[in-house]
Every structure is written in C-alpha cells, then in structure tokens.
C-alpha cells in the first residue's frame, strides 16, 4: 500500500525556518510530478511548489525566494525548506505526488502537518 507521510512542521517565530519532509512507502517505481499544498483556516487549499522531471522546480510567488523544495530519489523523500517565514505562512502542508508503484500508478495526498508561525 502506497502511503504518504509528512512531518517537520511545528510553531517557529516570524523570520524562522522549518523543514518539511514527505515520504512515499510502499513498492514503488516512480514519483513524478511531486508538489506542496497548503490550506489556511477558513482558505482553499492552495498550490505552494513542485518539482517534476529533470529537477525543474516551480513556486507561488508568495514563496518565491523563501522556499526550496527538494527530493532524495534514493529516499523517496521530498523536502520544503522554508526561510524568512511570515504569519501568513501559517497553514496545514500536503505533499501530493503521482506515484509510479507495484500495483499500478495513481495522485496521492499526504494527511498534512501543521505549520503555525507566529508574529
């Protein structure tokens, strides 16, 4: 069974850094495209960043220049390096992938972990 699992979050004062990790379990061949979400309080979830084929990162120009995502194939792991953090970066982050694995291919969400940044 292909699971997703995130963690790092946690509370960090205004101009703090955290790093967010996801990652996939299960038999699996492939991730590709892989992204961050996250949703505010009463907000839509919305798209932060992705990475996909050939390592061509792309971000929310709310993030731009703040947060890096990055991947260790051999771990199947992504990572979301968050810098300068602001309040509204206050939010529940999802990892979403399309996973290649043993029993076929599908979209995947993590359950979310909790990034709350104070002023």
């Known amino acids: 069974q292909v699971q997703l699992v995130e963690s790092g979050g946690g509370l960090v004062q205004a101009g703090g850094s955290l790093r967010l990790s996801c990652t996939a379990s299960?038999?699996?061949?492939?991730?590709?495209?892989i992204a961050w979400y996250r949703q505010a309080p009463g907000k839509q979830r919305e798209w932060v960043a992705s990475l996909t084929t050939g390592s061509i990162t792309t971000y929310a120009d709310s993030v731009k220049g703040r947060f890096t995502i990055s991947r260790d194939k051999a771990e199947n792991t992504v990572y979301l390096q968050m810098n300068s953090l602001k309040p509204e970066d206050t939010a529940v982050y999802y990892c979403?992938?399309?996973?290649?694995?043993?029993?076929?291919?599908?979209?995947?969400w993590g359950k979310g972990t909790q990034v709350t940044v104070s002023s």
């Open positions: 299960g038999v699996i061949f492939s991730i590709n495209p």
């Open positions: 979403n992938a399309r996973i290649l694995h043993s029993s076929g291919s599908g979209d995947y």
